[in-house]
């Protein structure tokens, strides 16, 4: 709301300035994302450009970048990633030991939740940004005890100067202090170290097996008798825990105070999913749509700019096909949680872990699981989990052109081919964007079934005068959605016979008694009426004797 109110204080109403600033801000999380892979993901600075284009591309952007109400997704995101690079840069990546890295910054630490408190206010999923910390710390930042125990030195190959052969084999001195050795590196999980007997026992089995086996060593490693006690161990990284856990917990009762101790109220309308009696409905609808959001990010082909009112149906049985998706959905996430893991045990393969957490933990407010929310889908609530997308998506090729050596020119000319395309998309759909018809018919044409883009259209095309259209798609709404009480009341308001016009308006307050237009209307409606009541009985009253007059008065007032 800041944001809007400066932009109106120094541009005006203009709406070319609000666009553009949506467009620097997307630019700006363009850039800083890069940035973020660079330093906290990717090994090759290659693999971070590739990323922060993929995802500059993306057709899933369009809405919240176009439209005004999605500023807050945008900046939220830069917030985000902000928040993100400052608790890495918090935290003394330099260290290596047989405890966890403590913190070498206190003002990063505090930038970082100052950040993220930012984060939160312009959009609720901002809040997420501290469980990725916590997590990526645990699993990241807090692996150097384990890289010691393997006896190993990690180095991020290709970002060290060229050095002959000889000294290549020399490990650098090291200073030790207090038990504590510090070597000049960047990131954690930036190369192997030998491979132990172990590790060449375990590199013939498969991703589960190589899983279960880095898990069972890791928690070896952690409880083993000959280190110290694990909460002494994990002392450091506990005090940040504490400090970001009691930080998020205050800062959730003051937004939970400010709204006044309730969340919000939604209707059936927003998301019918919620208000169905049967939990099995529930759950399947709502686990399918979190397969629907990742088929969006993965092939933009249908976006629409409101997804409500009948156009997921809901999912009342299990032999439903669109389980299916469900049940891939849940393979695909498996495979790749046992592919992090099982990488876990080569330090290695970071790219997995953030990928998935900045896919997984932005969504989570938006998946129902805790709360109940206002939409059906909604592209814009994508932008921040499409991150983790894109960052998962350029790891994937990575790995298939370096299996498929061969074939690499013709995998990075289909990706080129996917970048065109995807960029064509991103044009196609703004264009979508620049009038109300253009966009209210664009939701006709693309969600024919939802009852909802209809009805937004046909409020266009009574504000237009074309009240014959109008009608025709009010009728639309009603039949796709009879329960419609705003479609009802606004049909009531184009028709010209009184009788069916109340009859509308008494249906719309039947389905929602609170319907104060609908309330409004029909009390207007018998203002008007017994207004031209007494303008008749005036006229009679003048022709005709005083009992006539008297009688016809009591009928009116009956009537009214």
Not at 173 to 190: D, I, M, Q, V, Y
Not at 261 to 279: C, I, K, R, T, V
Not at 328 to 348: G, Q, R
């Given at each position: 709301k800041?944001?809007?109110?400066?932009n109106i204080?120094?541009a005006?109403?203009?709406?070319?300035y609000?666009h553009a600033?949506?467009?620097?801000l997307h630019?700006?999380?363009?850039?800083?994302?890069m940035y973020?892979?660079d330093?906290?993901v990717f090994?090759?600075?290659?693999l971070?450009f590739v990323?922060?284009l993929?995802?500059a591309?993306?057709?899933i952007h369009t809405?919240?970048v176009?439209?005004?109400?999605?500023?807050?997704?945008?900046?939220?995101?830069?917030l985000f990633l902000?928040a993100?690079l400052?608790y890495?840069?918090?935290v003394?990546q330099?260290y290596?030991?047989?405890?966890?890295?403590?913190?070498a910054?206190p003002?990063f630490?505090?930038?970082?939740?100052?950040?993220?408190?930012?984060?939160?206010?312009?959009?609720?999923?901002g809040v997420t940004?501290?469980?990725?910390?916590l997590v990526?710390d645990?699993?990241?930042?807090s692996?150097?005890g384990?890289k010691?125990?393997?006896?190993?030195?990690?180095r991020?190959?290709?970002r060290?100067?060229?050095?002959?052969p000889?000294a290549?084999?020399?490990v650098?001195?090291a200073?030790?202090?207090n038990g504590?050795h510090?070597?000049?590196?960047?990131?954690?999980?930036?190369?192997?170290h030998?491979?132990?007997?172990?590790?060449?026992?375990s590199?013939?089995?498969?991703?589960?097996s190589?899983?279960?086996w880095?898990i069972r060593?890791?928690c070896?490693?952690?409880?083993?008798n000959?280190?110290?006690n694990f909460l002494y161990?994990?002392?450091?990284f506990?005090k940040?825990a504490a400090l970001?856990i009691?930080?998020?917990i205050l800062?959730?009762y003051?937004r939970?105070w400010?709204?006044?101790?309730?969340?919000p109220?939604?209707?059936?309308?927003?998301?019918?999913?919620?208000?169905s009696?049967y939990?099995?409905?529930?759950?399947?609808?709502?686990?399918?749509?979190?397969?629907?959001n990742?088929?969006?990010?993965?092939?933009?082909?249908?976006?629409?700019y409101?997804?409500?009112?009948?156009s997921?149906?809901?999912?009342?049985?299990i032999?439903d096909?669109?389980?299916?998706?469900?049940?891939f959905?849940?393979?695909?996430?498996?495979?790749l949680?046992l592919?992090?893991?099982?990488?876990?045990?080569?330090?290695e393969h970071?790219?997995?872990?953030?990928?998935?957490l900045?896919l997984v933990?932005?969504?989570?407010?938006?998946?129902?699981?805790?709360?109940?929310?206002?939409f059906v889908?909604?592209?814009r609530v994508?932008?921040m989990?499409s991150?983790?997308?894109?960052?998962?998506?350029?790891?994937?090729l990575?790995k298939?052109?370096?299996w498929l050596?061969?074939?690499?020119?013709?995998i990075?000319?289909?990706?080129?081919?996917?970048?065109?395309?995807f960029s064509?998309?991103?044009v196609k759909?703004?264009?979508?964007?620049?009038?109300?018809?253009?966009?209210?018919?664009?939701?006709?044409?693309?969600?024919?079934?939802n009852?909802?883009v209809?009805?937004n259209?046909?409020?266009?095309l009574k504000?237009?005068?074309?009240n014959?259209e109008?009608?025709?798609?009010?009728k639309?709404?009603?039949k796709?959605?009879?329960?419609?009480?705003?479609?009802l009341?606004n049909?009531?308001?184009l028709?010209?016979d009184?009788v069916?016009?109340?009859?509308?308006y008494?249906q719309?307050?039947?389905l929602?008694?609170?319907?104060?237009?609908?309330?409004?209307?029909?009390d207007?409606?018998?203002?008007?009426?017994?207004?031209?009541c007494?303008?008749?009985?005036?006229?009679?009253h003048?022709?005709?004797?005083?009992?006539?007059?008297e009688?016809?008065?009591?009928?009116?007032?009956?009537?009214?």
């Amino acid at each position: 709301k800041l944001g809007k109110w400066l932009n109106i204080l120094l541009a005006g109403m203009n709406p070319f300035y609000f666009h553009a600033v949506n467009v620097i801000l997307h630019c700006l999380v363009t850039l800083v994302l890069m940035y973020t892979c660079d330093k906290a993901v990717f090994k090759d600075c290659r693999l971070a450009f590739v990323t922060a284009l993929f995802f500059a591309v993306h057709p899933i952007h369009t809405e919240a970048v176009t439209g005004i109400v999605g500023r807050a997704d945008v900046l939220a995101c830069l917030l985000f990633l902000l928040a993100f690079l400052s608790y890495n840069r918090s935290v003394d990546q330099l260290y290596v030991g047989e405890h966890f890295p403590p913190t070498a910054s206190p003002f990063f630490l505090l930038l970082s939740l100052f950040f993220g408190t930012c984060a939160m206010l312009v959009k609720e999923t901002g809040v997420t940004v501290f469980g990725v910390c916590l997590v990526y710390d645990f699993f990241s930042l807090s692996c150097n005890g384990l890289k010691l125990r393997n006896g190993g030195i990690h180095r991020r190959p290709g970002r060290q100067p060229a050095v002959s052969p000889s000294a290549s084999l020399q490990v650098p001195p090291a200073g030790r202090e207090n038990g504590k050795h510090r070597f000049a590196h960047r990131g954690t999980w930036s190369s192997c170290h030998p491979a132990s007997p172990e590790e060449q026992q375990s590199s013939g089995l498969s991703v589960p097996s190589k899983a279960m086996w880095a898990i069972r060593r890791y928690c070896c490693y952690l409880t083993a008798n000959n280190n110290q006690n694990f909460l002494y161990t994990a002392r450091p990284f506990l005090k940040r825990a504490a400090l970001v856990i009691s930080y998020v917990i205050l800062v959730l009762y003051f937004r939970l105070w400010i709204m006044g101790g309730s969340m919000p109220m939604f209707s059936e309308q927003d998301n019918p999913a919620s208000f169905s009696p049967y939990l099995l409905t529930r759950f399947l609808t709502y686990s399918y749509l979190l397969a629907f959001n990742a088929w969006l990010l993965l092939a933009p082909i249908t976006l629409c700019y409101d997804w409500q009112v009948g156009s997921i149906p809901l999912i009342e049985s299990i032999w439903d096909a669109r389980n299916l998706a469900t049940v891939f959905l849940v393979l695909v996430m498996t495979l790749l949680s046992l592919h992090c893991i099982a990488a876990f045990k080569k330090l290695e393969h970071k790219e997995v872990l953030v990928g998935l957490l900045f896919l997984v933990f932005p969504f989570i407010p938006a998946s129902n699981l805790f709360f109940r929310v206002g939409f059906v889908v909604a592209e814009r609530v994508l932008y921040m989990p499409s991150m983790g997308y894109c960052i998962l998506f350029v790891h994937g090729l990575k790995k298939l052109s370096t299996w498929l050596s061969k074939w690499r020119i013709t995998i990075l000319t289909l990706f080129a081919l996917l970048l065109l395309l995807f960029s064509w998309k991103t044009v196609k759909q703004n264009e979508i964007w620049l009038s109300r018809e253009s966009l209210f018919s664009s939701g006709v044409k693309t969600l024919p079934h939802n009852a909802k883009v209809h009805y937004n259209y046909a409020n266009f095309l009574k504000d237009q005068g074309r009240n014959i259209e109008a009608i025709y798609h009010y009728k639309t709404a009603l039949k796709l959605y009879p329960r419609h009480a705003s479609a009802l009341n606004n049909l009531g308001t184009l028709t010209k016979d009184v009788v069916e016009a109340k009859d509308y308006y008494r249906q719309a307050l039947q389905l929602n008694p609170q319907h104060n237009r609908a309330l409004f209307n029909l009390d207007l409606l018998g203002v008007e009426f017994f207004k031209d009541c007494s303008s008749s009985i005036t006229i009679l009253h003048q022709q005709n004797p005083p009992c006539f007059c008297e009688d016809s008065v009591l009928l009116a007032g009956r009537t009214a």
